[in-house]
DNA sequence: ATTTAGCACTCTCTTCTTGCGAGTGCTAAT
DNA sequence: ATTAGCACTCGCAAGAAGAGAGTGCTAAAT
């Protein structure tokens, strides 16, 4: 990439405010302008000269010989990294987000959808939130229920509440009570045990049971692994007002078929901001950052949420490359801290479960 | 509306050729192309004598006096109700479609996301499938999970495999176990209940199972009414690419926020395809029919699948007005077909495990 | 050595004009 | 009832012209 050359103090003011009002305007700015609306101590002609460095640095670039300057992928990403300053969101919406999100306590279901409309509000982009999944899964409950024939519907609770579900054929019909009693006898055996340790205990059982649980810890590995599939979104509809996109040339669509591309979505996630990433670190993801051509035309802030080690999800707001990334930073920041909190008091009781004596000190 | 007026044969052929012809050009269709493409046996200046009373009817209409005619919302209306003939999907792609279901037989979670996906790529247009619904619910597992203090995660299992989740505040810590015990004694009383004899049995309870009883009925009297908000979607940045849509004007917005927006989309399912409405059949929304205005620019054709009485849900597929209506109603009813029977053996044991002996017969 | 005023120059955007071609409506003949 | 013929309408594309915005450069000022 672009070396960071250091930019003299004054060519940083003024990518910051050519910055700032691009963002404000959408369109490339003028050096009389800026001097006017700043009250800048230099003339535009000094402006001029400053901007015709920054265009040699790459930090600015004219549509045309006679337009404004406007900033580069590169100069968003100078004042992202050197000049930005957050602006934390004003203290009546973080009152009112907060108390959104304590109505829906009880709600879990509710939790993502909420965190994702918060998003896409404060933000003006689209949002993307992600459900949480656990690094290490933990057995907690089987059912198994008779649906057809030999077909078997197969539910598995993992402890902090996943659940996951599979059908799956027995090789020789069966009556509900048997498999009940299937499922008993792996409860007992399981419950309280992580993959790992299912896997040595394979071996101790019968065939039916080991092959159920077979499938059981490939499940589990599956959970561990990927990214979750249940995704969140909202605010497509304003993101597609921005005027970058009212042209519904390829660059709005491309930015439809991210968000609607899971595959896509789940690598871009899962490249920029693997499971390992600290909790509260926010990315910034401008245009694509010549890894992923469909992001060529906007740009993706992204945090992940959580509790680290236990349960994380990812989550974002879809932009158009001139955002302002301070609130939009902000935003997203806040909201992944709250709703971890909420995960986190969900999954508090790994450590209550596993030594129920600890808990009944409580 | 416009009393329907009876047609001609051959004022009737008219409008079907225009109504073909336009959904293949997208543009005004003019009288002597009709007449040279179908090889007709009368003149282009029949034709347009034929068009100008079409277009006293309401069912054609031009965009400027000297261009050609295209159908009005009345004339799809009519066309779709009188002239179309339906257009079977081909074998071949039956059959691939087919396989892949077949194929997913196993991974329910897979389920949705492919009907969803394999409607949007037959139709060309946007997708819309919701999860199936019960109406009857009946108790099959409770599972009490606690997260943190007095917070308790409840997990219902219901017949046929849904799952509900909730959290719950204790009025007082309790153990593990002691919540365990609890949901034990539940499964006990309540497994294979429906709403009522649940309700019925509550009184019978000490206070702390009552509680969570009247919390189940909730869940439950909830889990009968809604449709699922579970939704999945595909599609969308194709339909964007439709002539149509191109102007990121007014009426792509509008297509985009009915997808967005689950409460409006909820609303025209539940309304125009109301859980009553008969398994199989397709109806057909041209042009919001004045009743939904952020449908103005676009027509759905939707079906209700699963199994009558027992599980169902929506599925459908939104396009422009200027649609073929004969190959998407196909497609919509092959896909909602294919997919209720998967629901049918699925939910099939409703029988069976209520009556196990009968299951043991088999 | 910077900074700045002044000015010529470039390029887009809007508006207007013009001409073309597609398609119709009408009339009169079949 | 149908149709050939023709005048007429109207959108659309291409071209022309003018305005306006903004720069780059040069020469003067600090």
């Known amino acids: 990439m672009t070396d960071t050359h250091e930019l003299t103090a004054r060519q940083g003011l003024l990518l910051k405010l050519i910055v700032r009002e691009h963002v404000e305007s959408t369109v490339p700015v003028a050096s009389r302008i800026l001097v006017e609306k700043y009250n800048l101590t230099f003339s535009p002609a000094t402006v001029r000269n400053e901007m015709a460095a920054l265009e040699e640095l790459g930090y600015l670039s004219q549509p045309h010989i006679s337009a404004g300057r406007m900033p580069t992928e590169a100069g968003f990403r100078y004042f992202v990294a ?27 279901e509710a939790w993502l959808p909420l965190a994702s409309s918060v998003l896409a509000q404060t933000s003006g982009g689209a949002s993307v939130v992600t459900a949480p999944r656990t690094m290490q899964p933990v057995y907690k409950h089987l059912e198994l229920i008779l649906t057809h024939g030999r077909a078997v519907l197969l539910i598995l609770v993992l402890q902090g509440g996943m659940v996951e579900q599979q059908m799956l054929a027995l090789s020789e019909p069966m009556t509900q009570t048997a498999l009940r009693d ?88 899962s490249e920029t901001l693997p499971p390992a990433v600290g909790i509260g670190s926010v990315r910034v993801l401008i245009g694509g950052e010549g890894r992923w051509d469909e992001l060529r035309t906007c740009s993706i802030v992204l945090a992940r949420y959580g ?14 490359i001139r955002m302002p990334y301070g609130r939009t930073i902000s935003a997203v920041r806040f909201v992944a801290n709250i709703l971890g909190e909420m995960v986190y008091e969900m999954y508090q009781p790994g450590i209550r479960e596993t030594f129920p004596d600890f808990a009944e000190q409580l």
């Open 307 to 320: 509790v680290m080690d236990i349960a994380t999800g990812a989550l974002g707001v879809v932009g158009p």
């Open 82 to 108: 050197r000049l930005m300053e957050e602006q934390a969101l004003p203290l009546a919406e973080q009152r009112r987000i907060a108390h959104q999100f304590h109505q829906a306590r009880d709600h879990i």
């Open 182 to 269: 299937a499922a008993d006898r792996l409860n007992q055996i399981f419950a309280g045990l992580s993959v790992v340790n299912i896997e040595a205990r394979i071996g101790e059982l019968p065939s039916l049971e080991a092959d159920i649980a077979r499938l059981i810890v490939s499940i589990m590995r599956n959970a561990e692994g990927m990214p979750s599939d249940e995704i969140y979104q909202h605010g497509l509809s304003e993101l597609l007002q921005e005027p970058e996109f009212i042209e519904g040339d390829v660059a709005s669509t491309s930015v439809v078929r991210v968000l609607e591309e899971r595959s896509l979505l789940q690598a871009v996630l």
